[in-house]
């Protein structure tokens, strides 16, 4: 009985259990919730004391002097990605202008590199292999797949041209091939933001930094290319509550404040009765409320206003307004401009929720981009989906009336939240499923095929999955390429090119 096999591994003294036939799990997206509920799965864990009586002896000891947790040491994992390239939106939604925030990527190829865990890119799961043929081949599921649509605004105009998503925006500079053919008109003075995330403040700083800061990071060169021609000059930031309720971080703003050739545009009355109310909220909020004050209201120091006076460009922050409506050119063919609710608060700190006063007001903009949030989508008819709060309806990551199958990252929790975040919600997931291994409430105790069930199923249906060393081909190509530019690498932007490159 291969459950009863003991070894003693290295010269640790720990006693690990060998199994005929590993744990198999499978994880559906290469993103940070992906990498990181792998890696948790994977990483060496204590000693298993499985199907041992109590009275039994172990190495002549008896079992009750070896302490819980009993996990699997040897849990295989693989992750199933629908694009030829790994990292989700460390790669193509992180500012290419923030690259420490990249460095995560070195601890995800670790993982992709453990001899327990496989990659498998261009298989898209719903389309190329049903989750229900995964759940045959693996003992278990994790839907690690994100959040790849839009929230919509929900206003007249919004399909209008000049009219864009944030996301789709972000990966277009950042070379997700969804979006290479976006080529938005920067040819109008000013944009509009809406949303004061962090996702907007990437954008409005994208739009306003020097050519000379941009060139150095791996912003794609079409993108880089239509912004050297840009003719946006201001970018007004659009927040329905006010500045005691922005959703960005201190870092962002600070970033703006410091970008160079640019001056901020505040409204001093959105900031009244402010300076009271900041002394009783958390010292982060206050410390991001005192920035803004400080931005909005404080005299200049000399230097800062020599800065000022010289700026090219405009950024600023508009409070209490919501959109209303994207007004289209005479010709109807685009956006010229935005009508906005004017708001007031009711209650107060993060729980105020903004209600319309009747007054709007018109913006003119040729460009509007709705940062307003990202949104998961059901991938498969068969499993839950809540489509009110866009997420797979689950318990601590274990997905309702779906023995077997789990979530981790956004699909879980909803777009909230940084990297850190969604690595905590993700090890949670991890460590909920190998709590379910050892209880026995996910049958482990017969042979899965893993991707040995599946490859055969991908070649009759003409899909070549990508593996961890193609990838390798593909970032070392980049990598190529960018220093002949000049910058840390050059993406390749096309499904097809990534392939060609991948398989020679």
Avoid at 22 to 46: D, E, M, N, S
Wanted: charged share 25%; hydrophobic share 40%.
């Amino acid at each position: 009985n291969c459950s009863r096999m003991w070894k003693l591994s290295g010269g640790d003294n720990r006693v690990h259990l060998g199994f005929c036939s590993p744990p198999k799990v499978c994880i559906v997206g290469a993103g940070p919730a992906g990498f990181y509920t792998a890696q948790h799965l994977i990483k060496v864990l204590t000693f298993y004391l499985l199907f041992v009586g109590e009275n039994e002896k172990l190495l002549g000891f008896p079992v009750s002097l070896f302490p819980p947790p009993y996990h699997r040491q040897d849990v295989e994992v693989d992750i199933y990605e629908r694009l030829p390239v790994p990292f989700g939106l460390v790669r193509f939604g992180v500012a290419p202008d923030h690259p420490e925030v990249k460095n995560v990527i070195n601890t995800f190829t670790q993982t992709a590199q453990h001899s327990r865990c496989s990659f498998y890119g261009n298989v898209n799961v719903g389309t190329d292999v049903s989750v229900k043929e995964l759940q045959q081949a693996y003992h278990a599921v994790v839907l690690s797949y994100g959040a790849e649509g839009n929230r919509r605004m929900g206003v007249p105009g919004e399909d209008l041209a000049g009219v864009h998503a944030a996301k789709d925006f972000v990966g277009w500079y950042n070379g997700l091939p969804d979006n290479r053919k976006l080529h938005p008109d920067l040819s109008c003075e000013t944009a509009v933001i809406l949303g004061q995330g962090n996702v907007a403040l990437d954008v409005a700083r994208i739009l306003l930094s020097p050519m000379d800061m941009l060139k150095k990071t791996d912003i794609t060169q079409p993108a880089l290319d239509l912004l050297a021609e840009s003719r946006i000059r201001r970018v007004l930031i659009v927040g329905r509550r006010g500045p005691m309720q922005i959703a960005c971080t201190i870092k962002e703003v600070r970033e703006m404040v410091n970008l160079p050739d640019t001056r901020p545009e505040m409204v001093a009355a959105d900031f009244k009765g402010i300076a009271e109310a900041v002394k009783e909220v958390p010292r982060p909020r206050k410390r991001l409320t005192e920035l803004l004050l400080k931005t909005a209201l404080d005299v200049p120091t000399e230097k800062e206003q020599e800065k000022r006076s010289k700026a090219s460009r405009v950024w600023g922050f508009r409070f209490f307004r919501s959109p209303v409506e994207v007004l289209p050119a005479p010709d109807l063919s685009r956006a010229a401009a935005i009508r906005l609710a004017v708001n007031r608060l009711e209650g107060s700190g993060e729980g105020a929720s903004a209600v319309p006063t009747g007054e709007v007001e018109d913006v003119p903009c040729g460009l509007v981009i709705s940062s307003i949030g990202y949104k998961s989508l059901p991938i498969d008819p068969l499993l839950p989906f809540d489509s009110r709060k866009a997420i797979v309806p689950n318990t601590m990551g274990r997905v309702q009336k779906t023995a077997g199958v789990y979530c981790s990252g956004w699909l879980k929790t909803g777009p909230t939240g940084v990297i850190g975040t969604t690595m905590n919600n993700s090890f949670d997931t991890a460590r909920a499923l190998l709590e379910d291994m050892d209880s026995g409430a996910l049958d482990v105790s017969s042979a899965k095929p893993g991707s040995q069930g599946v490859t055969p199923l991908l070649e009759k249906r003409g899909v070549k999955p990508v593996e961890f060393s193609d990838w390798e081909k593909i970032d070392n190509e980049e990598i190529k390429r960018g220093v002949a530019m000049g910058k840390p690498r050059e993406k390749l932007l096309s499904v097809d090119e990534m392939l060609h490159v991948a398989r020679t």
